[in-house]
T-cell receptor
Framework: QQQVKQSPQSLIVQKGGISIINCAYE??????FPWYQQFPGKGPALLIAIRPDVSEKKEGRFTISFNKSAKQFSLHIMDSQPGDSATYFCAASRVGSNYQLIWGAGTKLIIKP | NAGVTQTPKFRILKIGQSMTLQCTQD?????MYWYRQDPGMGLKLIYY???????DKGEVPNGYNVSRSTTEDFPLRLELAAPSQTSVYFC???????????????FGPGTRLTVL
């Protein structure tokens, strides 16, 4: 019940296309869902995050869509660029867990020029 | 602000050796975390700390120890290194607040450890 399942494991998208990465969770106590971006040789960095009281959050070309009833959330990257090539992680945490994050396994995204 | 710094960047250990991975943050964050990252497995929490003098186990604590004597430093100790501890280790820190609903963990650059 503590797992966060992320798919796909890898994704290749043409420049200008839409990249979509999906995550699913079981624990309904989760109340915070961030996405992190990691470039090779670097630590992950927060990209965007959402709380379950909203169904969508947009920051520039990045959008999180959240479906509370289905217990799923996804990251959409519009107009994908080669500089977006990285590994993306979804995560979740719940109130009272000292902000501990449960991480998805990651998606390696490659944007082809 | 240097953020979160980790040393060393790379290390090769022999089975049975010990070492300490150093982590320092200059953001006055109360929360600090140690993760290991294995290929295709995401990040697994080893230990975390909610403040100086307070530490607790995460998901995969066996074979590791931590201490937190100051707000800034959170070293990770490997005793009797084993090949299963070959991984990339990340230290992270965060404040206790959720600003605009967001609690951001700030990561260091990582330490790549190989145990042979």
């Amino acid at each position: 019940q503590q797992q966060v399942k992320q798919s796909p494991q890898s994704l290749i998208v043409q420049k200008g296309g839409i990249s979509i990465i999906n995550c699913a969770y079981e624990n309904t106590a989760f109340d915070y869902f961030p996405w992190y971006q990691q470039f090779p040789g670097k630590g992950p960095a927060l990209l965007i995050a959402i709380r379950p009281d909203v169904s969508e959050k947009k920051e520039g070309r990045f959008t999180i869509s959240f479906n509370k009833s289905a217990k799923q959330f996804s990251l959409h990257i519009m107009d994908s660029q080669p500089g977006d090539s990285a590994t993306y992680f979804c995560a979740a945490s719940r109130v009272g867990s000292n902000y501990q994050l449960i991480w998805g396994a990651g998606t390696k995204l490659i944007i082809k020029p | 602000n240097a953020g979160v710094t980790q040393t060393p960047k790379f290390r090769i250990l022999k089975i049975g050796q010990s070492m300490t991975l150093q982590c320092t943050q200059d953001m006055n964050h109360n929360y600090m975390y140690w993760y290991r990252q294995d290929p295709g497995m995401g990040l697994k929490l080893i230990y975390y700390s909610v403040g100086a003098g307070i530490t607790d186990k995460g998901e995969v604590p066996n074979g590791y120890n931590v201490s937190r004597s100051t707000t800034e430093d959170f070293p990770l100790r490997l005793e009797l290194a084993a090949p299963s501890q070959t991984s990339v280790y990340f230290c992270a820190s965060s404040s206790t607040e959720r600003l605009a609903g967001v609690n951001e963990q700030f990561f260091g650059p990582g330490t790549r450890l190989t145990v042979l």
